[in-house]
Structures are given as structure tokens and as C-alpha cells.
């Protein structure tokens, strides 16, 4: 066995997700587990179609919002290998395999990827490698080397100074011409409304992350136990901000209602905020 293959192997092993992402590793994941052997199953899927994560980042959808599927449909187009980070079980990843040759999916919890990686359809399973992670540091991949790259429902887990290296790493990854598609969570959600005066006013005083939360639990105890401790709203004016001092171009942005969401999250159709940032040719 190749001796860089066999360390990362054995980091793996030791649980450490962190391990730079350059080295085989679909082949090192399919050697530490595979879901189904494991009894490793995506939890049930809520009336809404969320679908709980197995380390309390929340939830993964079951439907596509606009930004997502407008990922989709570049990745037809995309000039390299396409990125999906947070992937979860693959909500995007599974549509991504239909329209590029070759994808990546990436979470910081591996057991995602597992079962990512058992409902995929057979056919396209050679056109995914699996990234186990913490997006950005705890993965690398050459210099303008992906043509397309998914945020989706993560970036509200960081605070400001990793949203802000995010976007570097993501314009470093990106070949010219690619493209980065975030989405996020605002605070216009029926379940954290206590909140949205506090953001309000910070938004008026023109404080840099007007969307900080320190502590979830104070504000959405009924969901908040699916959540880390602490959770970042985002906007479209900090989104823009953050990717254009990054060097991006903006192509869209804005908030966008969330009819997949559950009833009690959905408020005035400002749930989400999307941008589709582009590295210039
Ligand atoms: C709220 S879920 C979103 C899943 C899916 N992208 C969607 O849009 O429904 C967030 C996912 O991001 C993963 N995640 C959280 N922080 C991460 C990080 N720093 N790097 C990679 N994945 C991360 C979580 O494990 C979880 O699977």
C-alpha cells in the first residue's frame, strides 16, 4: 500500500475527519466503513422532508431551493470537477452525478457519506468521490481545480472569520470561469421571530455579522436541540460583502422563500438568502 494512502488510512481510522483531502480519499473511506455493513441508515425523513443530521447540524431537505438546482444545472457546463460541501445524505450530490462526470462530495461527518454513498444508483457511483472534512481547513484541493462548488445550509454554522476564509478558499479552488452557489439561513424564520429585532438593530447600527448568535437554546429551545450551541443568520448584504472582497463577481443574490421548509420555521418568504458568486475568466 502506498505509505501516504496507509497514514491517512490510519488518521481516519482514529476518527480525526480533518486530514487534507488529496490523496485516494473514496478509496480510504470504502476501506473504514460502509453504512449498510455498519447498520448505518438516513434517520426518518419529518412530514416537511427534512431529514435530521446525525451530528446536530440541523437538517437536510428533501427538495432542491433555487440556488441548489441552479448549481445542477451548471454543473453541465462547469469547466472541472464539481464540489458539493455539507453534502449530508446527498439531496444535491445524487442530482449533481446525473449532470457531471465527476463529482465530490463533501461532509465533516463521514457517516453522512456512508449513506450518501449507498443511495446513490449504482450507475453513477463512479463519477462520486467521497471528502470526509471540516470545510475549509480541513480540506484541500489544488489551486483553480473544481469548475463548480455547493454551499448549502452551512455557512450559518461559522462565525464571521471563517465565512470570510471560506470565500477565499472557494475562489482559490475555483477554475476561471467556475462558479460558487451558497445558500444560507436569515432570521426571518417563524420559530427564531425573538431574535429579529436584536439582528434588526444591529443591521441599523451596521455591525459587520448583524446575524451572530451566541446562544441558540435562549431563542429556539424546540429546535434549537438539533442545532449547535451557536448559529450565524446571513443576508444578502453581508453574502455580498464577504464574496466580493473574496474577488468574486456576483451573478444573483437575494432571499428566497422556503415552501419546503416545516410550518413552524416558515415566516415571510425571506427563510433563505442565496448567492451564485463567479471567479472571473
Ligand atoms: C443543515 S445540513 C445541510 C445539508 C444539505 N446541504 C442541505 O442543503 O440540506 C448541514 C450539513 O453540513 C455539514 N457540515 C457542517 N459543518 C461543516 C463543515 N465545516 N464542513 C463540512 N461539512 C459541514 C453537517 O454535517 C451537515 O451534514
Not at 446525473?98 to 450507475?123: G, Q, T, Y
Not at 417563524?190 to 447600527?205: D, H, L, S
Not at 441558540?216 to 472582497?245: C, E, N, T, W, Y
Request: glycine fraction near 8%; proline fraction near 8%.
Amino acid at each position: 500500500m502506498h505509505a501516504l494512502t496507509h497514514l491517512f488510512s490510519v488518521i481516519f481510522v482514529l476518527g480525526t475527519l480533518s486530514f487534507p483531502a488529496v490523496s485516494c480519499p473514496s478509496e480510504v473511506l470504502s476501506r473504514i466503513g460502509d453504512a449498510m455493513n455498519e447498520g448505518l441508515q438516513m434517520p426518518a425523513v419529518e412530514p416537511s422532508g427534512f431529514v435530521p443530521t446525525l451530528n446536530r447540524m440541523g437538517y437536510m431537505t428533501s427538495t432542491l431551493d433555487p440556488y441548489s438546482k441552479a448549481f445542477i444545472e451548471f454543473c453541465a457546463v462547469a469547466p472541472g470537477p464539481v464540489l458539493d460541501v455539507g453534502a449530508a445524505y446527498g439531496v444535491a450530490t445524487i442530482e449533481a452525478l446525473k449532470n457531471s462526470k465527476r463529482v465530490f462530495a463533501n461532509d465533516i461527518d463521514s457517516r453522512h457519506l456512508e449513506i450518501l454513498r449507498d443511495r446513490v444508483p449504482a450507475e453513477l457511483r463512479d463519477r462520486l468521490e467521497l471528502f470526509p472534512g471540516a470545510f475549509p481547513e480541513g480540506l484541500s484541493f489544488e489551486r483553480e481545480s473544481l469548475g463548480a462548488i455547493l454551499v448549502a445550509r452551512v455557512m450559518h454554522f461559522f462565525d464571521g472569520a471563517t465565512i470570510d476564509r471560506s470565500a477565499e478558499t472557494l475562489h482559490r479552488w475555483l477554475a476561471p470561469g467556475g462558479k460558487a452557489f451558497i445558500v444560507a439561513e436569515t432570521p426571518y424564520l417563524k420559530n427564531w421571530q425573538t431574535f429579529i429585532p436584536e439582528y434588526e438593530k444591529r443591521r441599523a447600527q451596521g455591525e459587520l455579522w448583524p446575524g451572530f448568535v451566541s446562544d441558540v437554546m435562549a431563542f429556539a429551545p424546540d429546535r434549537g436541540k438539533s442545532l449547535p450551541p451557536q448559529i450565524h443568520f446571513l443576508d444578502p448584504d453581508v453574502l455580498s460583502r464577504v464574496f466580493i472582497a473574496a474577488g468574486f463577481k456576483i451573478e444573483k443574490v437575494g432571499t428566497m422563500p422556503r415552501p419546503d421548509f416545516p410550518a413552524d420555521m416558515q415566516l415571510d418568504g425571506r427563510e433563505s438568502v442565496g448567492i451564485i458568486a463567479v471567479k472571473a475568466e
